[in-house]
């Protein structure tokens, strides 16, 4: 008879109880937007509706801009996920494998961009993007968000691991940087490239600081900024914003579910540039 493993035993309860209490404000927001307003500021805590209804979720799809609010977030995402790879890629390759004046202070340059919050530029983004006119604009909203020096450490990293006799046999064929670039490194690194994709996208999706300053016409709005509109003449009605946030979300969260490996594979590149 096996012995029982007290240590694990409570491990795993500590786990499952923590699971418990991250979970519940999504249970939570999820149970109240399906419940009636009247219900929702009922003075009595119910775990479960006496009146199931989708009526919040329903005047959010009809009576809000969500349709324009995903048509701009989806623009935004798949516009900086595509820029920031291109960017991120081609710089981190011209550091790893090239030979150039001010390559080095180039490398500081972006190992020291850890040390500078993006908060704390978000006045300078601001006042540029203004002086440029593109306020309430996709490149005005799109431009400030390329800058992570993150990706660009994971990519240049992983070309240092590549070995040397690769670039040395495509030099030998005559091919030029950009083919070797194209068909040799870049090809080698489509799991990272992956990864770093669906996380740069859920980040920029999910954006909300930067947008928020940049936007103020409601038609511009992505979805993040645009569900704080969920209102009417009578205040708040806790249902509908609840309703709001979790159509925001429920791209993200589909996302997740589906490329689960590939994000979770992210964090951990992230987390060990960033360590």
């Known amino acids: 008879m096996k012995t029982l493993d007290i240590g694990g035993l409570i491990l795993t309860l500590v786990t499952v109880i923590f699971a418990v209490l991250w979970a519940f404000p999504i249970y939570w927001g999820v149970v109240t937007s399906l419940k009636p307003e009247s219900q929702v500021i009922a003075k009595t805590v119910e775990f479960l509706p006496r009146t199931w209804t989708i009526d919040a979720y ?4 009809v009576n809000t801009m969500i349709g324009r609010w995903y048509l701009n977030s989806l623009v935004t995402s798949v516009a900086v996920t595509l820029l920031t790879l291109v960017i991120s890629a ?3 390759y011209a550091l790893s494998q090239l030979r150039f004046p001010g390559r080095t202070l180039i490398w500081y340059m972006i190992l020291a961009s850890f040390m500078v919050p993006i908060a704390a530029l978000i006045v300078n983004h601001f006042i540029l993007m203004a002086q440029f006119g593109l306020i309430n604009t996709w490149i005005g909203v799109i431009l400030p968000q390329l800058i992570h020096p993150v990706v660009i450490i994971v990519y240049k990293n992983f070309f240092d691991s590549v070995p040397k006799e690769y670039r040395e046999a495509a030099k030998m064929d005559s091919a030029n940087e950009w083919r070797i670039f194209s068909r ?5 690194n489509w799991g990272v490239t992956t990864a770093l994709a669906i996380v740069t996208f859920i980040g920029a999706w999910n954006n909300f600081l930067w947008p928020f300053l940049a936007v103020s016409k409601p038609e511009m709005m992505n979805v993040a900024v645009g569900i704080t509109q969920v ?8 249902a509908r914003e609840l309703a709001g946030a979790i159509l925001a979300a429920l791209v993200v ?4 579910l589906i490329f689960q490996r590939r994000v979770t594979q992210a964090i951990m590149l992230s987390a060990g540039v960033k360590g």
């Not at 329903?58 to 799809?61: D, E, I, T």
């Not at 040799?184 to 080698?188: A, S, V």
């Not at 209102?231 to 806790?238: L, T």
């Open 184 to 188: 040799i490194y870049l090809p080698m």
């Open 58 to 61: 329903w005047h959010v799809l």
């Open 253 to 256: 969260a589909v996302l997740y």
């Open 90 to 92: 081609t710089t981190a």
């Open 231 to 238: 209102n009417d003449a009578f205040g708040v009605q806790y």
